[in-house]
């Protein structure tokens, strides 16, 4: 449910900020340039500081009006976050310690495989069940002459799926075993896609021994 929550306050964060771009877009010329090119944080703390009836134009005093109430929306939505990473957090150290000990794996992708884990207990009985359930089994694609070859799965579980993934990226970009692997695999003729599916077919195996029974 917390995991839910917060995905929901994420979603409408981003949607805020394509707001406020836009409107930043088609802000009268000086307000235009002053909001033009800053970063989110920067963006939202000058926004939420504007202050609409020091403008005598309306339009003007509408779009920092209109700036300033979704600055701090953002700013309350990023409150509500902050408030649910801890609930989360502690939640996960709670029922996973070991899980949240991998390399790669922090509060919101431990909580996404132990969400999966928990609402399919009928498929933690072997491995290879819960890498079926998370999508990454491989399934043969031979075809012709060309054997050997196995393609992604498109089933399962989508966002365990998508821990697994973020599990991978981690460890290519920080792990310096994982990604000798990924460059060696990909110099023997793979493609980067199938390597990071044999290697997120890898981590499912990893993290199965971790999560909680019963």
Not at 126 to 135: D, H, P, V
Not at 189 to 201: E, F
Request: hydrophobic letters at 40%.
């Amino acid at each position: 449910m917390l995991v839910v929550a917060k995905r929901s306050a994420r979603q409408a964060r981003v949607k805020v900020i394509v707001q406020m771009r836009h409107l930043g877009v088609s802000a009268p010329d000086e307000l235009h340039q002053q909001v033009k090119g800053l970063s989110v944080a920067a963006l939202v703390h000058d926004s939420a500081r504007l202050r609409p009836s020091r403008s005598p134009a309306p339009v003007t005093a509408a779009t920092k009006s209109s700036l300033s109430s979704l600055a701090h929306r953002i700013q309350s939505l990023d409150t509500e976050i902050a408030t649910l990473d801890e609930q989360i957090t502690s939640l996960v150290h709670a029922a996973a310690p070991d899980l949240i000990g991998l390399f790669g794996v922090g509060p919101d992708t431990a909580a996404s495989l132990l969400v999966a884990a928990d609402d399919n207990p009928e498929r933690l009985h072997s491995e290879a069940a819960w890498a079926r359930m998370c999508g990454v089994a491989p399934i043969p694609a031979d075809s012709g002459k060309v054997t050997g070859h196995h393609r992604l799965h498109r089933g399962g579980d989508r966002q365990a799926n998508s821990a697994l993934w973020r599990i991978v990226m981690v460890r290519i970009a920080h792990d310096p075993d994982t990604r000798a692997y990924f460059e060696r695999r990909v110099k023997e003729g793979r493609t980067k896609r199938d390597v990071i599916r044999i290697l997120k077919r890898y981590v499912a195996r990893e993290v199965y021994r971790y999560l909680p029974r019963g």
